[in-house]
């Protein structure tokens, strides 16, 4: 009988990547398979339905998983950014900046892309707003129509593994649930064999998978312009320099207009986030905020006085919540507290002014009901997808697949370098095919719990924060490879029609491999994810 549940266990895995690769819906593809396998379970002996019957607990810990909440908000925040046109302004800013140097506009690119990463994390909307603004651009100085696809592309996709990013919140949840998974087994072993001397190692977050993805992230940046640079003096003709007699003077006033807004909206985010003063869930609505303020002002800049007077009273409110213990549920209220309550108030009446005259704005432009509709969208995606995920996984755990999969990786030669590589490579092919919502979801929670038993490179136990960002570095390449990288698909959508697919498909070549050989040095070096993490929280 084990037999049989390995056999509807690979089965089952196949036929859900078959049907996912036809097009059917994730979430439908996902609980559809499920389903149908228990009840193939159930007609061979090899399954319990009960396993099925706590899909409603699971469903329900989703739901009120606080670290989740990020989602919907990081979502909002980048919708709204994208819908005011701060990318437009960055975008033109930055390329008569850089423009006047060899591969000037493709710099501007990649560094307008890892700004907007950081402020937005949307691909598909920072993908289509560089393609349709700088993409001609490009192509009308001269450069190679390969190289130009290939920085829109690449520059595009950042959001995904710089933070705050979508795919680090659900890859961190998944990590976690993982590493907990991994630790209560290690313990049981260990307590099976007399040793009780072992200490399951401490929780992990989403603030440690940022922290480790901050680096790596700001590198590959980093190698896409010194690429960039590289083919501009190798081929000048294949990234040539705005001419002279075209470039505009630029102003001190006009670039801190286009760079200080999102900067300031990075630093309130992702720094409260690394300084341990927000959690990610608080530091999205704060980002959430900082937004429609930012949209407000920018769709309509006259009387900005409510705007500045809102956006002035959050940092405040920030800072003072963070320095002070407000305590306001004692029955004796310290004095110096009641102060800090006092002005806690006052701050958060001049926030609330502020949301009143930006959302008047920009429901006025009629940017608000869209902002709302997108963001509904893709978190009902997300969450249906997450939900038709967990009754996978429920069947795929009730029919042995754990003991399958920790049984495959943990007898590959080699062992944690061969068990690394073999899931690295399933990741890497699969990203072909499929999005990255479905391989965290459905592929992360069987292999991550097995992988984090293993040891790494230099023989300490394996560290969650490293194996998620190797993670992330790889999930990012699906947005990049053929036949369904959605970058690809964003940028062909927008394209102007000389552009050729295949013109696309090698620009995206040299930034696929730079992806790669991340991987590869995050392998022989894993402090470039896991030293930050060390420095900020000490784990």
Not at 2 to 11: G, H, N, S, V
Not at 33 to 62: C, E, H, K, M, W
Not at 514 to 522: G, K, W
């Amino acid at each position: 009988m084990p037999e049989i549940a390995a056999i509807l266990d690979i089965l089952m895995f196949v036929a859900a990547i078959i049907l996912l690769m036809t097009g059917f819906p994730v979430a439908f593809t996902l609980a559809g398979v499920g389903l149908i396998f228990a009840g193939l379970g159930v007609l061979f002996g090899v399954f319990d339905f009960a396993f099925v019957n706590s899909l409603p607990q699971r469903i329900y810990g989703t739901m009120s998983n606080e670290v989740l909440i990020a989602v919907p908000l990081f979502v909002f925040m980048g919708v709204m950014l994208e819908r005011s046109r701060v990318a437009e302004e960055l975008l033109e800013t930055m390329g008569q900046l850089f423009g006047p140097l060899r591969g000037g506009i493709g710099i501007s690119v990649c560094v307008v892309g890892a700004l907007l990463a950081a402020s937005t994390g949307i691909v598909g909307a920072t993908v289509v707003t560089m393609g349709l603004l700088s993409l001609p651009t490009m192509l009308r100085y001269g450069y190679a129509p390969s190289l130009a696809a290939g920085i829109i592309a690449a520059s595009g996709t950042l959001g995904q593994i710089i933070p705050p990013s979508i795919v680090l919140v659900v890859l961190g949840d998944q990590i976690s649930n993982a590493y907990q998974e991994s630790q209560r087994v290690l313990q049981e072993q260990a307590w099976a064999e007399g040793d009780f001397s072992f200490v399951p190692g401490p929780p992990v977050s989403v603030g440690d998978l940022f922290a480790g993805a901050l680096i790596p992230g700001l590198l590959l940046v980093g190698a896409y312009i010194l690429l960039v640079l590289v083919v501009a003096f190798v081929k000048p003709s294949a990234a040539p320099p705005v001419p002279r007699d075209e470039a505009k003077p630029m102003t001190a006033t006009r670039i801190l207009h286009a760079l200080v807004p999102p900067i300031v909206l990075i630093v309130s985010v992702l720094g409260s986030i690394l300084a341990g003063v927000a959690t990610p869930t608080e530091a999205a609505a704060v980002g959430g905020i900082g937004a429609i303020f930012l949209a407000g002002y920018r769709l309509d800049e006259r009387r900005p006085f409510f705007i500045y007077l809102g956006a002035a009273s959050l940092v405040g409110l920030i800072v003072l919540t963070s320095t002070m213990d407000l305590r306001v549920t004692r029955s004796v209220i310290p004095e110096g507290d009641l102060y800090g309550i006092y002005a806690a108030t006052a701050l958060t009446v001049g926030v609330a002014l502020g949301l009143v005259v930006s959302l008047y704005r920009v429901a006025r432009e009629k940017v608000l009901g869209s902002v709302v509709r997108s963001t509904t969208q893709i978190t009902c995606m997300v969450f249906v997808i997450l939900i038709g995920a967990a009754l996978f996984s429920l069947v795929f755990r009730g029919l042995g697949g754990e003991e399958l999969v920790h049984e495959l990786l943990s007898g590959l030669p080699g062992g944690a370098l061969g068990a690394i590589v073999v899931v690295m490579l399933m990741m890497f092919i699969l990203g072909f095919f499929l999005d990255f919502l479905e391989i965290v979801f459905v592929v992360v929670p069987l292999v991550a719990p097995v992988l984090l038993m293993l040891e790494m490179p230099d023989g300490s136990a394996m560290n969650p924060v490293w194996l998620g960002v190797m993670m992330a570095v790889n999930l990012q390449t699906s947005f990049l490879t053929p036949p369904f990288g959605f970058a690809l698909f964003y940028l062909r959508g927008v394209a102007p029609p000389q552009l050729k697919t295949t013109a696309i498909y090698r620009g995206i070549i040299p930034f696929v491999m730079i992806q790669l050989l991340m991987l590869v040095a995050l392998w022989y070096a894993p402090q470039l994810a896991t030293w930050l993490p060390r420095m900020i929280y000490g784990t």
